[in-house]
């Protein structure tokens, strides 16, 4: 049965909000933006959003880091991993996100995020600028080789169905605006990269 | 149809956050809270809220609000006014509420959030004496005079079924650790007592 259609959202008007998000980042003297990684499993995206957090703790950052681990566990503990609900995890996490960007803070994502629908979703979410997508180019050999949570064995033994880069698609990024190849790059150096990258953008 | 099992999300193990909660809060000299204000709609909430923060930035104080409004257009647009479907949006602003408090910030929420138990299941979200719950005892009377979106007259005319207060049940905190009636106290008045409560709480 359809909603009643006063039962939908139609009937909420927006609130002033008095402080603004320039003034809460403004407060931690730096701008807010989301640094979207995405890559296959075990492509290194938790390990070097990681990394890059420490990194930027020890400049006096403000950040946040959502992986899909956290995330699961909390606010889409309601989600499996067919394919909609893998759309609805990332959306839900992309309007966090901006949520978060908004509080003045640089937020760090982990997530394989597979579809370039989902990820210009978020993106669009977000100012002009304010989304850094940085795409871990990883090969599936290389991945499968490392296997740090056994998921590629699991799925080839056909226990995982729908799993990205086995029987799933991944839809690499047509223009990230970071591309790394962690078999042949540190986590450490990777994360370097981004921060100067960051500068350069001043964003930090 | 259930999930094949592998499809839910029991495969998740734990990502080792390398950068902690404490850290987070520390960087911003403050304690991680959440400080939900409660109340019909009409009651102050907002108001109150929006007041609060703008006094706890002249603090230098990192913080961030969600309402009912700029969530409902983003994070919880899936979701209608049903009574299923407002403890999913109360859920769902509980999560993001536990992720910024990890984040460091202290965290104000402006939701009617009618019912008991969907406010206990956001206290047992977060470490003790970090929800601060905030009721706003303003009698319907007053609330339904100052209708402040029209709402109550909706309401009394049938065009908004189960609406809190009307002919959906709002349940009164029983143990709050703040009360106000706004018929009879300003903004700036409470806004003032919540943030004495903070200090003495050693919160700010």
Redesign the interface.
């Known amino acids: 049965m359809p ?2 259609p ?4 139609t ?9 603004g998000r320039t ?2 980042a403004g ?2 003297g730096q701008r807010s933006c989301v640094l979207w990684f995405t890559g296959l499993s075990g492509s290194g995206k ?1 390990t070097i959003a ?2 890059l ?2 990194l930027l ?1 020890t400049q ?1 950052r ?21 394919e909609a609900d893998r759309v ?1 995890n990332i959306r ?1 996490v992309g ?2 996100a ?3 960007a ?4 640089i937020v760090l994502t ?1 997530f394989i995020s597979p579809f370039l629908t989902e990820r210009e979703l978020v993106r669009r ?1 977000l100012p002009a600028g304010e989304f850094i997508e940085i795409y871990l180019a990883t090969p599936l050999t290389e991945c499968e080789r490392r296997d740090p ?1 056994g ?1 590629y064995r ?1 799925a080839r033994r056909g ?4 799993f990205t880069g086995i029987d799933s698609p991944y839809e690499a990024p047509e223009a990230p605006e970071l591309r790394f190849d962690t078999s042949d790059c540190s986590a450490e150096t990777c994360a370097g990269i981004i921060l100067e990258y960051l500068a350069e953008m001043k964003l930090i």
């Open positions: 909603l009643h006063l039962r939908r959202n009937n909420v008007s927006w609130q002033r909000e008095e402080v003034e809460r407060l931690k938790s990681n990394c957090e420490r703790l006096g403000h950040t946040v880091l959502l992986d899909g681990d956290n995330v699961r566990h909390g606010l889409n503990k309601d989600l499996g991993f067919t609805e839900r309007e966090v901006r949520l978060m908004d509080a003045g803070l982990a979410l949570k998921l699991k226990e995982i169905p729908d």
